[in-house]
């Protein structure tokens, strides 16, 4: 089948190209800043033609805007990418008769849940970032309503600044290390989630889903295991969200249920605890230290 995929040079987009490459498919890989062949998916000639001219089964849509604390101030630019650029690309998905997979979040939820948010659950979002994106799913799913939309949350990616290479980057240049403790979700590590991306394709499945890795921790219990694996030993401490000034209001809990994305693939997700030292085998290049063995796919 052929895939174009935007935001290829992304975290996510850079997976997804190689998992779709991996299985045989022919992908067109764009992104914005491509030197040779820039696709901006805020232009809508360009979309047209782009979609016009490759006629791909399906367009992934991995460009958005993700600076959730930079969307406080510029509103504007937020909307223009994570919902007037999703809707450019759904109206010309519908026209030349592509199917369109078109990526969210979890901070379309406002957090005041205890247990994993289902995809029926009433979004709230608390920041202008989860704001635009909830724009941008109401957009596709009104222009072009056999989409696929899917939720997913605290991206560590190899492809990108994560928060797991920068805890231990700042770790190796500190005393100890201050890492809020009372915020709730699932890493989710992009190259499980590209996978899992695929087998929903393959699927052909529509509507929304939640995708992220399997268990539910908080940022401190990331970074301390991620430095334990590491065996690096900066203390690290944990602290209240409010301890830390950030621009954005962030949801206290946003876990993903992913029940409606095993029961659609027969296949549940990978733990984050597994992923998390597969990531970190490669980013240090050796192995972790107590990394226990075995597969992560379940
Ligand atoms: N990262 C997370 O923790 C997280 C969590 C939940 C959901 N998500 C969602 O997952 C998806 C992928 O996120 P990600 O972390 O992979 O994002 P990312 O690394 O920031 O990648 C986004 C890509 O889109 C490109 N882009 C920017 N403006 C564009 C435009 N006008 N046209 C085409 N491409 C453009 C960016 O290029 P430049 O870098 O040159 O701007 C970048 O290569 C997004 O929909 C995001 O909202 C991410």
């Known amino acids: 089948m052929r895939f174009l995929v935007t935001g290829a040079a992304g975290m996510l987009g850079s997976e997804v190209v190689g998992a779709l490459e991996s299985l045989g498919h022919e992908v067109w890989a764009t992104d914005v800043a491509d030197n040779e062949d820039p696709l901006d998916i805020t232009r809508e000639d360009r ?135 009372d915020q709730y979700g699932s890493p989710t590590f992009a190259a499980d989630l590209a996978r899992a991306l695929c087998l929903l394709m393959e699927k052909g499945a529509q509507g929304i889903y939640h995708v992220c890795n399997r268990g539910v921790t908080t940022w401190y219990e990331l970074a301390s295991r991620a430095l334990a694996y590491a065996a690096i030993a900066t203390p690290v401490v944990p602290v209240p969200t409010s301890a830390i000034a950030r621009k954005a209001r962030r949801p206290a809990y946003s876990a993903l249920s992913t029940v409606k994305f095993s029961q659609e693939t027969g296949r549940l997700m990978p733990l984050w605890q597994c992923s998390l030292e597969a990531f970190l085998h490669e980013y240090l290049g050796r192995p972790c230290r107590n990394a226990p063995t075995g597969g992560s796919q379940g």
């Open 47 to 181: 979309v047209d033609a782009a979609i016009r001219s490759f006629r791909p089964h399906w367009v992934v849509n991995c460009a958005a805007y993700t600076n959730v604390d930079g969307a406080e101030d510029d509103e504007e630019a937020a909307f223009l990418l994570n919902a007037r650029g999703p809707e450019t690309i759904a109206r010309s998905c519908r026209r030349h008769g592509a199917r369109l997979l078109h990526m969210s979040t979890d901070y379309v939820f406002d957090g005041t849940k205890d247990t994993p948010y289902r995809e029926d659950d009433l979004p709230n979002p608390l920041n202008v970032y989860g704001a635009s994106k909830l724009a941008g799913e109401e957009a596709v799913r009104h222009v072009h309503g056999g989409s696929l939309i899917v939720r997913t949350q605290w991206l560590i990616g190899a492809n990108g600044p994560n928060f797991v290479s920068k805890i231990i980057d700042a770790a190796r240049g500190r005393d100890r290390l201050e890492v809020v403790n």
